[in-house]
């Protein structure tokens, strides 16, 4: 069992920048690829970023790559999302999610953990 508890959202104007953090609890974290997810009102939870168990890979969806990095301490069973450029269609609930199976997976259905979420609002 793992828990997963985003903190770091909050109100930003668009060109700024946060650094969103999922805590883990557990010793097991090292064992799970750790991803970054979102949802805007409306539409369906998008894939962003995923970092593998080592933290030696990452992947990043269009939508985030060049503007998000994923990061990860196993000492600190901590994940990280550091965004950058905001943009007012970056507002949504930001969600962590933890797979033990694959490693590098970028659908909703493959993670088995999931936080409750963080609110991210850019404002224009």
């Known amino acids: 069992q793992v828990q997963l508890v985003e903190s770091g959202g909050g109100l930003v104007q668009a060109g700024g920048s946060l650094r969103l953090s999922c805590a883990a609890s557990?010793?097991?974290?090292?064992?799970?690829?750790m991803g970054w997810f979102r949802q805007a009102p409306g539409k369906d939870r998008e894939f962003l970023a995923v970092?593998?168990?080592?933290?030696?890979?990452?992947y990043y969806a269009v939508s985030a790559k060049g503007r998000f990095t994923i990061s990860r301490d196993n000492a600190r069973n901590t994940v990280y999302l550091q965004m950058t450029s905001l943009k007012p269609e970056d507002t949504a609930i930001y969600y962590c999610?933890?797979?033990?199976?694959?490693?590098?997976?970028?659908?909703?259905?493959?993670?088995?953990?999931w936080g409750q979420g963080t609110q991210v609002t850019v404002s224009s």
């Open positions: 557990g010793r097991t974290f090292s064992s799970y690829a």
């Open positions: 970092v593998n168990r080592s933290a030696g890979r990452t």
């Open positions: 999610a933890a797979d033990s199976k694959r490693a590098l997976p970028t659908t909703t259905y493959t993670y088995e953990y």
